[in-house]
């Protein structure tokens, strides 16, 4: 068979220290990483290396290259309504607020801008994947592909919300599902909203369909103690237990939240090895509480962080997301419980397994697609620099991440992004802004 791979098809990326995530946990300082379509093909030290010409080159050197970022719970479509209604418990939130914007704005155009704002905000950060849960899900997943970005993409549905109806929706999901995956940086899934958004039987029916196609499921999980009262009342059972009735922990999951978790639940998860997103900074800006992340970890349940939507954070900076969800769980369980090495992992490697991605990427090994940044370590905020680890997660800020490649295509070089224009996307939101502005006003009128 004819080989039609050329040079050009080659990234060499040289110089900075390499924090491969792999099952040694190996660095290597001076690394080479050879990738070749797509894939790395090797890793190595080199301390005099001298770069080849004909190739694509990224230099590292001052900084750590490491697996991207993976961000395991999103609504990259709702990043139009960044600090719309800050200050709102999360029912008066939803239904006063939220909801009502999204039936007024809520579109294909509305969740394409938003995708690409928060793309842009992602790769600065040095997101690589994300996960994601909204309408319009199609849109979004062209936008990640386009824009480089690898995803999951959920298209939701939630009945209470009155966005949209019941009628014809396995039909509209068998044309997400064909339409998604024709992209190849983009899984699609099933992405229910939530216990108390969807019926019991649509969510048998939701289980059903997703075993027969295959595909994972995104939901959000004991996010309130309302969430958990209410469940008790209606089905005499926790969330948990009721999911797991109807069998949706023996298929792929994904759930973010999982904060109100009793010590039953846990060992269900873990048992079950149920993917959790942590989204520590949401999760406190809506008064929700904190995910018992050291408890699950210790039952098996692999976890993921998260920074939900910036109308609930209000950014997509994970390395943010990951400063603050440490020092929480060190306030709750005590001082070494979560070390900055596990907060790593739950970045990188650790989320992989929770998306069950783990055989395409979360870490720098041979094999796996290319997708890494690299982070500044030459700044005034970065030295000294005595544990690499402590620094990703203490000291680094999202303005660190130098360069960003995924499946060996760089998306961005010195802070440039290679394959959109910041500037216009930016200004296009600005005018969105005026106008979903405008409509909030009258909303605040109302309540």
Known sequence: MRNNHTALDDLIVYGGTLLTMDPQMRIIPHGVIHVQRGKIVSLESIENFTPPSGVQLLDAHGGIVLPGFINGHTHVGMSLLRGIADDYPLDQWL?????????????????????????????????????????????AAAVADRMGMRAICGQTHVEISGVESNQEVFNKFDQFVEEV?????????????????????????????????QLLIHTHLCETQQEIQKTRLEKGLTPVEWFDSIGLWDQPAICAHAI????????????????????????????????????????GAPIAFGTDSTASNNNLDLLQEAASG?????????????????????????????????????????????????????????????????????????????????????LMKNRTLTRCNEKEIVSRAQSWGERIQAVNAQLAKST
């Not at 899934?189 to 969807?198: E, K, N, R, T």
């Open 95 to 139: 239904t006063k607020h939220i909801f009502p914007l999204e039936r007024q704005f809520g579109s294909k155009e509305f969740v394409e801008l938003g995708t690409e704002l928060a793309c842009v905000e992602m790769i600065k950060s040095g997101t690589t994947f994300f996960n994601d849960m909204y309408y319009f899900e199609a849109a």
């Open 181 to 213: 995956e024709k992209l190849s940086l983009i899984q699609p899934a099933l992405a229910p909203h939530s216990i108390y958004g969807l019926s019991e039987q649509l969510w048998k029916d939701l289980v059903k369909y997703a075993r027969n196609h």
């Open 260 to 299: 109100e978790l009793s010590s039953t639940d846990i060992k269900l998860l873990g048992k079950k090895q149920v993917g959790i997103v942590y989204n520590p900074e949401s999760n406190l800006k809506l008064g929700n509480g904190i995910c018992p992340v050291v408890e699950l970890r210790a039952s």
């Open 326 to 410: 440490s020092k929480l769980q060190t306030f709750k369980y005590g001082v070494g419980n979560l070390k900055a090495i596990e907060c790593v992992k739950i970045l990188t490697i650790e989320a992989a397994r929770a998306l069950r991605v783990d055989d395409q990427v979360g870490s720098l090994v041979v094999g796996k697609s290319a997708d890494l940044v690299v982070l500044d370590i030459n700044q005034a905020h970065s030295v000294p620099l005595y544990d690499w680890y402590s620094h990703v997660i203490y000291s680094a800020l999202q303005s660190d991440v130098r360069h960003s490649v995924v499946a060996g295509q760089i």
